[in-house]
């Protein structure tokens, strides 16, 4: 399964856009790439999730490129309360249980 | 009341004893899932059961083991605790799809704080 990598960091304030990008360069052909967010205390929650160019919905947008080895997470007009964890997720739609969470990014809105 | 409830939400235990955790749901769903959180890490699952009577194990089932009571009932236990099992655990539930797990939405519980001395 594709191991996924993030940027474990990143600062942005309030109002502007904030993109996340994970990277998982040997994705295969089933699986699909799902984000979360987390909290402090808290258990993940589901942003969205895409296999191929672009989805979008209330919260967020997910742009995946044609060759899959990369998604970027898209925030828009981001406020104090975006500040958390963001996980990446690759996993296989093929049921065989493999799944595969990268390490979180950690996004720090300031006022 | 949360939909996807864990208890306890904190333990201290020592190493050699078994401890089991327990995750309730009421979102009626089949799926349900437990994995652990460590530091810097993202989640790894541990176990996971599409329903009543099917249970399979994730990427680091070894010394862990499950339950699946009901269909709203999951438990994790560990028969012999060790302190490299620290970490905090979430339950997980989904409903069923006709995809893989890691391809459907997941709803998280608080998750459970566990420490082995």
């Known amino acids: 399964l594709a191991k996924t990598t993030q940027p474990i960091s990143m600062d942005s304030y309030e109002g502007q856009e904030v993109n996340i990008t994970c990277s998982h360069n040997?994705?295969?052909?089933?699986?699909?790439i799902t984000w979360y967010q987390q909290f402090p205390s808290q258990g993940p929650r589901f942003i969205i999730q895409?296999?191929?160019t672009k989805v979008t919905n209330e919260v967020a947008s997910l742009f995946i490129p044609a060759d899959r080895k990369s998604s970027t997470l898209s925030l828009p007009r981001v406020s104090l309360s975006d500040t958390a964890v963001y996980y990446c997720?690759?996993?296989?739609?093929?049921?065989?249980?493999?799944?595969?969470f990268g390490q979180g990014t950690t996004l720090q809105v300031k006022p | 009341d949360a939909d996807v409830t864990q208890t306890p939400r904190n333990r201290i235990t020592k190493t050699g004893k078994r401890i089991m955790l327990e995750c309730s749901q009421t979102?009626?769903?089949?799926?349900m899932y437990w994995y652990r959180q460590d530091p810097g890490l993202g989640l790894r699952l541990i176990y996971y059961?599409?329903?009543?009577?099917?249970?399979n194990k994730g990427e680091i089932s070894d010394g862990y083991s499950v339950s699946r009571q009901a269909q709203a009932k999951f438990s994790l236990s560990l028969e012999s605790a060790i302190p490299n099992q620290t970490a905090l655990y979430f339950c997980?539930?989904?409903?069923?799809?006709?995809?893989?797990?890691?391809?459907?939405?997941?709803?998280f519980g608080p998750g459970t704080r566990l420490t082995v001395l």
């Open positions: 895409g296999y191929k």
């Open positions: 059961s599409f329903d009543v009577k099917d249970i």
């Open positions: 979102k009626g769903h089949d799926r």
């Open positions: 997720l690759v996993g296989d739609a093929g049921n065989t249980g493999k799944l595969i």
């Open positions: 997980a539930t989904s409903d069923l799809i006709d995809r893989g797990p890691g391809t459907d939405t997941q709803y």
């Open positions: 040997n994705i295969a052909t089933n699986d699909y």
